[in-house]
């Protein structure tokens, strides 16, 4: 059932109250998500993006209910990512010739995924399309935001930017708009995403946030495609972003270990208790990466200024659960974090500085030795756990 947004402009997407992880599963999805589409009947009547592909068949057939499709003039694919596109093959073949806007790369990602040629019309930052009524669409193109042919669409007179992924959350709700929902929820998700989706691409959201703020364009409504619609002083997402993109960290340290007896575990929880006695400020965080959700953890890991990682020797180097989680860290590309690194061993003991190597690979700065306990921590071995946390806290 389409919901209005304002006056003219409706959401025709969908809510995936189910979803338990995304991107495969490399993303957790605790609340859910949704595809947001939308309807704009001006002059021209006007499709943004579409849904994904197994929600085909029940965008269609609303969408039918709401509009007769072949009274679309245009449809805007602002990114060709099959969370969004994915119900143009079934909507396409009810409507074949209806022209479509999209980047260059757009073009490229929908022939590559559904090797169709549509009638594809390219746009570039800045070009528009008038829609009657003295409104218009402006292309504004988002390349790396958060893929190549990512774009973004504003719409004159109605002050709406359609953002697509940019400002998003995975986060189903019935309500639709930022100041209907749980604001704790609503900022958890929305940084979680930053973190875990575009966290790599800082330098470049950099840039692009100058250039929307340099049009100078009055922005009343960001309407995401996943999640919220931000219509509540839309520009403090913005404002969030900002602050993101700059390399992003509060006074936290986070200890992410792995443990076979408990050993390097034991030596987590010392260290960080070392930590709080010379820095009580700060907040000090201890996971265990097999029994927490790993985008939660990454997220720990951006709002961190120093990232301690652990584990013991385990057929000479670390366990494979660490060096799985810091390949996610690497590809996040953090900045302007430090990092340190420990473990148990009972024989060989390289694990501390495979860990080491490991956290450098990933761009963070190495700060202090590889802090090291052979076989199960006695009473000395905790407390130079405790020490090691200590002078690890002077180096922060
Ligand atoms: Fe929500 Fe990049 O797709």
């Not at 966290?199 to 959201?205: A, E, R, S, T």
């Not at 219509?231 to 403090?236: A, T």
């Not at 756990?385 to 922060?396: D, N, Q, R, S």
Request: hydrophobic letters at 40%; one cysteine or more.
């Amino acid at each position: 059932m389409k919901k209005q947004i304002k006056n003219n402009i409706s959401w025709v997407g969908v809510i995936d109250w189910e979803l338990k992880t995304f991107h495969g599963s490399e993303y957790s999805t605790h609340h859910g998500s949704s595809y947001n589409s939308y309807l704009i009947e001006e002059e021209k009547t006007v499709l943004i993006d579409t849904v994904w592909s197994p929600f085909s068949k029940e965008f269609v057939e609303n969408l039918e209910k709401e509009v007769d499709l072949k009274k679309i003039d245009y449809i805007i694919v602002n990114h060709g990512e099959v969370d969004h596109s994915g119900a143009l093959p079934a909507l396409m073949e009810k409507i074949p010739d209806t022209p479509i806007y999209l980047t260059a790369n757009g073009v490229k990602s929908l022939k590559g995924q559904y090797h169709k040629d549509w009638n594809f019309n390219v746009v570039k930052t800045g070009d528009k399309l008038d829609i009657g009524n003295g409104k218009e669409l402006i292309f504004v193109e988002m390349q790396m935001l958060h893929w190549p042919d990512s774009m973004a669409t504003y719409m004159t007179g109605d002050n709406v930017l359609f953002s697509n992924d940019a400002f998003g959350q995975h986060m189903a709700s019935q309500e639709l708009f930022n100041d209907k929902v749980d604001q704790c929820v609503l900022f958890e998700e929305a940084e979680k995403y930053y973190a875990n989706i575009i966290n790599p691409f800082n330098p470049i959201l950099r840039k692009k946030l100058e250039e929307i703020l340099s049009f100078n364009l009055p922005i009343d409504i960001i309407a995401t495609s996943h999640g919220i619609i931000w219509r509540d002083n839309p520009v403090q997402i913005v404002e969030k972003y900002s602050e993101w993109a700059n390399d992003y960290q509060e006074n936290q340290v986070t200890l992410i270990y792995d443990t076979m007896w408990n050993g390097t575990k034991r030596l987590a929880e010392m260290i960080a208790e070392g930590i709080s006695s010379v820095s009580p400020d700060t907040v000090v965080k201890v996971f265990n990466v097999t029994k927490t959700d790993e985008n939660d953890l990454i997220t720990e890991v951006f709002k961190s200024k120093a990232v301690l990682v652990g584990s013991p020797t385990f057929y000479n180097t670390c366990m494979h659960t660490m060096e799985g989680f810091i390949h996610l860290v690497k590809a996040l590309k953090f900045k302007n974090k430090k990092a340190a690194a420990f473990g148990c061993y009972g024989w060989t003991g390289e694990s501390a500085k495979i860990l080491r190597g490991l956290m450098e690979d990933a761009g963070f700065e190495i700060i202090g030795d590889d802090h090291r306990a052979m076989w199960a921590p006695d009473e000395t071995a905790l407390n130079d756990a405790f020490l090691y946390g200590k002078e690890i806290a002077k180096k922060l």
